[in-house]
């Protein structure tokens, strides 16, 4: 028998999720020399990613939305990266590399339904690059920010690109491809240390909202207006955008964290805007382009390898941190991508 | 001499404006038999339209907006049918019908610059059409729900589309083309005689906003939720509607008519569905789609021809209405298109 620790989802919370009781460690064990059904396959998690949505999936089942509530008393799941240590399933062979939405348990069995969401990614093994960057940005973070700027961005050169929570996992990688594609780059962040990170990466500038009043910085930084805005936070940063969004700007909405954890949302008063700038205000779930993947990953491996996009993330380490690391990408207190080393390769 | 009315922009508003105070008739007269300039043409406006998008042009000349503010102490101006009195110019022949952007007077002296945004319209003189309808369901309006719905909603067979301000200049044409285009089609007005058209229009249900909830009778009246929403009123109607709205709904800002006249805006508190649901929200100016007249003269000719098509007008008699015709539209105490008829032809 060995540990199989499973992080669990206790309680609806209302506000902040709170470690040990809206998410709770469970420890357990499992026998890896017990046979599995047939067409399953066993996975031993070697990193998971925790992201801002989970706190939409963190409510009553009967609430819909666009991605599903996790059952309460059960293991949360999300994007991981697993090795198969077992396989009843033709398709897998043991030591293969596993990409998918897994629970967040050292060991899942993966019933034979559920296999057709597991991709293999074997050319991990041999890749110089980190094997946690398959969960941010070559994975489900990597794809958001490339579908959600190229796609829904419409970005053309010399325009003017505003991120917000621009050092994120999503953030970090808009801003960078933005470059790439000839824009001016603007992003803000939550502390000296991640702005002068955004300077690091190329931006053309950058600024605390914390300390610097949204709407002076704005007009500060993009003396030419905002085109396109990479929307992750919502709320009074939102209104902001709009009163100094140019014609035609593409508002591209990825997230509004800063409305995820509170009772009521902050409302937005600017709106008309929206018919006297010809603005475009869409919102798009990542999932919805899986057309885009296979350039995607081409593109953004190449740029890694060439040394073009760097990508910071802040490891957790053991299966036990990730309700803490998933409070601190809610609060902003994490510095890049946060993800959760749960075992070696 | 001859009597030459102005329509003076005379002082700009906060609420609501006032025939008299910020808006004033002018009594002028003019020689019809004296000479003018070269390249120029005298126009004597036939019928002229009033539109909600005016109330923005009552604004200080220093606030910039998507169309001119009107200048203080100066005629107002609008889309006209008009005809030519006396031409110096080549391209103009007395009794040429013309369409355009135009002095609200009875005589209108166009300088030769200005003659590009004329539009010689002789087709009008031998049409079944009446030539009001110029002005409205062949004008600019017309124009703004066709390119509306067809460029911007994305319409698909099957789908439901909700248009409020349903029976005024631009909502009574979305709904029809609505239906032409096999859509499910809805409509809100504000009169149970306003509603009791809408039905007679061919739309599929209609409701009285002013009399029910907004939210059941979304519910009831769109028991499939709304794919598209032609937005006319803005505030707690789109609030509504973004509540009601399915994945990937288009929502299709040609107004917000509900907020011209307030001095704070409505806000917006639920626009955290915007990526939960893949919304849309899209503002358009008319004038941005040039390329799309063409096939809009044609469609909606034939439609009227045909007799698929009915739009009903409100004419005001009389250039000296035009300041209280204006205050009906933004009140909403007109039905159907609002115009002035200015002279016979």
């Not at 996975?43 to 949505?53: E, G, H, Q, T």
């Not at 998933?326 to 075992?343: P, R, S």
Request: hydrophobic letters at 40%.
């Amino acid at each position: 028998m060995v540990s199989n620790t499973k992080i669990i989802f206790a309680q609806v919370p209302t506000g902040y999720p709170e470690p040990g009781v809206h998410m709770k460690v469970e420890k357990s064990e499992i026998d890896l020399n017990a046979d599995i059904p047939q067409g399953s396959v066993l996975l031993k998690v070697l990193c998971l990613s925790v992201d801002p949505y989970m706190r939409g999936r963190m409510r009553e089942a009967h609430k819909k939305s666009y991605s599903p509530a996790f059952p309460l008393g059960q293991p949360m799941n999300g994007h991981a990266m697993s090795q198969v240590v077992k396989s009843n399933n033709e398709k897998f062979k043991v030591g293969d590399l596993i990409y998918g939405m897994t629970p967040f348990v050292e060991y899942a069995l993966i019933p034979e339904q559920f296999t057709s969401y597991l991709e293999i990614r074997n050319e991990a093994k041999d890749s110089d690059i980190p094997l946690t960057n398959f969960i941010g940005v070559l994975g489900m973070p990597g794809m958001t920010a490339y579908v959600g700027l190229i796609k829904f961005g419409k970005p053309k050169k010399g325009e003017t690109l505003y991120v917000s929570a621009a050092s994120g996992a999503v953030g970090q990688l808009v801003g960078q491809i933005g470059k790439i594609l000839g824009l001016y780059v603007v992003g803000s962040a939550g502390s000296d240390e991640k702005v002068a990170y955004l300077k690091e990466l190329g931006f053309d500038a950058a600024f605390n909202y914390k300390t610097k009043d949204i709407r002076e910085a704005l007009k500060e930084t993009c003396p030419n207006g905002i085109d396109i805005y990479f929307e992750n936070v919502g709320g009074k940063m939102l209104e902001a955008v709009i009163d100094h969004a140019n014609t035609f700007a593409r508002i591209v909405c990825c997230g509004m964290i800063s409305q995820y954890n509170r009772e009521n949302p902050e409302p937005i008063h600017n709106l008309i805007q929206v018919v006297a700038k010809s603005l475009e205000i869409v919102g798009f779930i990542v999932s919805n382009s899986p057309e885009m993947e296979g350039q995607f990953r081409k593109d953004v491996t190449e740029w890694i390898k060439s040394g073009q996009i760097k990508y910071r993330e802040t490891i957790a380490e053991g299966i036990e941190k990730t309700p803490e690391a998933l409070v601190d990408v809610l609060k902003g207190n994490n510095f890049g991508k946060q993800v959760v080393k749960v075992a070696d390769l």
